[in-house]
């Protein structure tokens, strides 16, 4: 059985950094492309925020967060993390971590249909 834990989120206020964690059990981590969603308060869709190869050598992030957050990956602790700096209160969401195949269809690294396994969120709140 597959489980994806995510952790890490909080309450911050603008300007401020957290680590957010996703730990994956149940399968062979180092096979899979992992990436980072959220959903903003109000918000329908998931928004893709971060893709990271399956070793760590291929990573893509949103336009809006380009430069503030930092995705890797740590395959011996089957573990992902993502840093957020210099969050905005547009950062606000429920941040989720996914996992999807190895070898991603391209430009298909941010749609939500490609990954099979996703984690129940963990939410980040930013004040201003």
């Known amino acids: 059985q597959v489980q994806v834990v995510e952790s890490g989120g909080g309450a911050v206020q603008a300007g401020g950094s957290l680590r957010l964690s996703c730990t994956v059990s149940?399968?062979?981590?180092?096979?899979?492309?992992m990436a980072w969603f959220r959903q903003a308060p109000g918000k329908e869709r998931r928004e893709g925020v971060s893709?990271?190869?399956?070793?760590?050598?291929?990573?893509l992030y949103a336009d809006s967060v380009k430069g503030r957050f930092t995705i890797s990956r740590d395959n011996a602790k089957n573990t992902v993390y993502l840093r957020v700096s210099s969050l905005k209160p547009e950062d606000t969401a429920m941040y989720y971590c996914?996992?999807?195949?190895?070898?991603?269809?391209?430009?298909?690294?941010?749609?939500?249909?490609?990954?099979?396994?996703w984690g129940q969120g963990t939410q980040v709140t930013v004040s201003s």
């Open positions: 893709y990271i190869n399956w070793d760590g050598t291929s990573t």
């Open positions: 149940g399968l062979r981590f180092g096979d899979y492309t």
């Open positions: 996914a996992a999807g195949p190895r070898f991603m269809r391209i430009g298909r690294y941010f749609s939500e249909r490609e990954y099979a396994y």
